[in-house]
């Protein structure tokens, strides 16, 4: 696993401390937007799609402070927009490690080796960095050619200067399997310490709504291809129970209050995704919420086919503490995560074939599209 041990048993003491309170719900990981301007603008994300006077505004470090507080989670994650525009990021960093804080930083890498000056390295503070895939796929995806370049050069520095860092790779519909794992070992290559893989599910704010993966079925069977015959050297900062729903191995339900979002407008209803309205302090999100009209067994066509982690991840940490099964689910998944599958791997090489034959083929009128 790519997270640290102490780390690891942070969260473990804090979960289990829930548990022994008897809190069916709790959060795990706050998602904390202190913009949502950026410097980029990919099609598959919706969040500078807001009007300008909306993308003028910033959270103050301590508006983050006091929710970060109220919420109580001992990790909280810092997307955006691109947080690294905000003026004031490295007070808010500064102040959140201060609090002992397990702080990702999510960011594209554009203006990252700039702005290192801003931030020491600590085992509180981790660069999460966007990267999508290979070179030519990352570009398309981010819709700019040359941040792919510009991003691996920022972790080798950030790396090299003594931070933590970590890929966060979001897959849509159509992804190369064989060209992923090629990413994987790209990655491990650069030296980050883990990565961290979702798929794309509609974010309806998003301009290109083609690419989402909508059937769960045809995401088990990519993400079976991916992580079948794994190589010991990938390393996944995240739960190796979620990796194992991904593949279709389990059978989550939802826990959209595991990963609370808080920005601007307020504690964000019910999740990271769905924006059905705002509460103003995170005991109203938690006690005014219908949580039942949410999730794959609620009926409601917006989650039948989710598989997001940041709903599906804190079921997977949940389980992980709430059992015995869990517990030793994870223990094997950790020491015996190679998940061997000889019909995996003869797909991948049918597909390595395919990937030559057409990038071999001759051009001639009758095979340009």
Request: glycine residues 8%.
């Amino acid at each position: 696993m790519g997270v640290p041990v102490s780390q690891m048993w942070t969260v473990a003491t804090y979960v289990l401390g829930q548990k022994l309170k008897r809190r069916k719900r709790y959060p795990l990981v706050l998602m904390l937007e202190p913009l949502f301007r950026c410097n980029l603008a990919c099609a598959g994300c919706g969040k500078i799609q807001y009007p300008a006077h909306i993308l003028k505004k910033c959270l103050t470090p301590q508006q983050c402070f006091d929710a970060v507080e109220e919420c109580g989670t001992p990790m909280v994650s810092i997307p955006g927009g691109e947080p690294l525009l905000h003026p004031q990021i490295g007070e808010i960093v500064e102040g959140l490690i201060a609090r002992k804080k397990y702080i990702y930083l999510c960011t594209n890498a554009m203006l990252l080796k700039d702005n290192l000056k801003l931030f020491k390295p600590s085992k509180y503070l981790t660069f999460s960095v966007h990267m999508d895939g290979e070179r030519d796929h990352h570009d398309f995806a981010v819709c700019r050619e040359g941040v792919y370049d510009v991003a691996v050069e920022a972790i080798e520095l950030a790396v090299k200067k003594g931070f933590r860092v970590t890929t966060n790779t979001t897959l849509f519909d159509g992804v190369d399997p064989v060209s992923v794992r090629r990413f994987f070992d790209q990655m491990m290559d650069l030296g980050v310490e883990g990565m961290m893989v979702s798929p794309g599910y509609a974010y309806s704010k998003a301009p290109d709504q083609k690419s989402f993966l909508i059937e769960q079925q045809k995401t088990h069977d990519m993400f079976d291809l991916i992580f079948s015959n794994r190589k010991k050297r990938w390393l996944f900062n995240q739960s190796p129970l979620f990796l194992e729903f991904l593949m279709g191995r389990r059978d989550f339900e939802c826990t959209p209050w595991g990963n609370p979002t808080y920005n601007m407008f307020g504690w964000q209803k019910p999740c990271y995704l769905l924006q059905e309205g705002y509460a103003d302090t995170f005991k109203e999100l938690i006690d005014d919420t219908d949580w039942h009209e949410y999730g794959k067994s609620s009926g409601n066509p917006a989650c039948q086919q989710c598989m997001v982690h940041c709903g599906m991840e804190p079921t997977a940490v949940d389980l992980t503490f709430s059992t015995f099964g869990g517990m030793w689910g994870t223990i094997k998944a950790m020491l015996f995560n190679r998940y061997a599958s000889p019909q995996a791997a003869q797909k991948l090489k049918d597909l390595e074939k395919l990937d030559s034959k057409t990038v071999s083929l001759p051009v001639t009128e009758h095979n340009v599209a």
